[in-house]
């Protein structure tokens, strides 16, 4: 089974908000809210998730950029964004995903994420990896 039909498969049957599949069994899933799960498997793991495939609830721009920075190879989402998915693809990452929606709302669906506003604000994805560490407690 290839490695993102096993992230989707773990995602999906186990609850998971994240999940990190290399090569061919799991490296890392989390239940983590937003995309915190991703800069921790990034602080973790660094240069060890180069190739993974991830599979994600939600992939908006930040979560996109945060993969480029790790250099994930394959992203799976239930819900992504346009911006997300443009990031995704202009790197050519491979990307599958059940629903497409114009942006990524916060919890209470009245505003833009918190993350995507930063990730708006970002020149690169290493800016926004270093802003979201600076930033991390506030949003735990």
């Known amino acids: 089974m290839k490695d993102l039909e096993t992230a989707k498969r773990i995602l ?5 908000s994240l999940v990190i599949v290399k090569p061919g069994t799991l490296f890392h899933a989390t239940r ?5 799960g991703l800069v921790e498997a990034i602080e973790n793991y660094g240069s060890e998730l180069s190739g993974a495939a991830v599979a994600d609830r939600v992939v908006g721009r930040a ?5 480029l920075y790790a ?3 394959e992203v799976y989402a239930e819900v992504v964004s346009r ?5 995704l693809r202009e790197k050519n990452v491979s990307v599958e995903y059940e629903e497409l929606v114009p942006e990524i709302l916060n919890r ?3 505003d833009v994420c ?5 990730a708006a604000d970002c020149h ?3 800016e926004l990896f270093r802003k979201i560490v600076s930033l991390k407690d506030r949003f735990s």
């Open 12 to 16: 999906k049957d186990h609850g998971f």
């Open 32 to 36: 983590k809210y937003g995309v915190i």
């Open 63 to 67: 979560a996109a950029m945060l993969c």
């Open 71 to 73: 250099n994930i190879a």
């Open 83 to 87: 911006k997300g998915l443009e990031a």
């Open 108 to 110: 209470n669906r009245n």
């Open 114 to 118: 918190p993350f995507e506003k930063l």
């Open 124 to 126: 690169g994805e290493e």
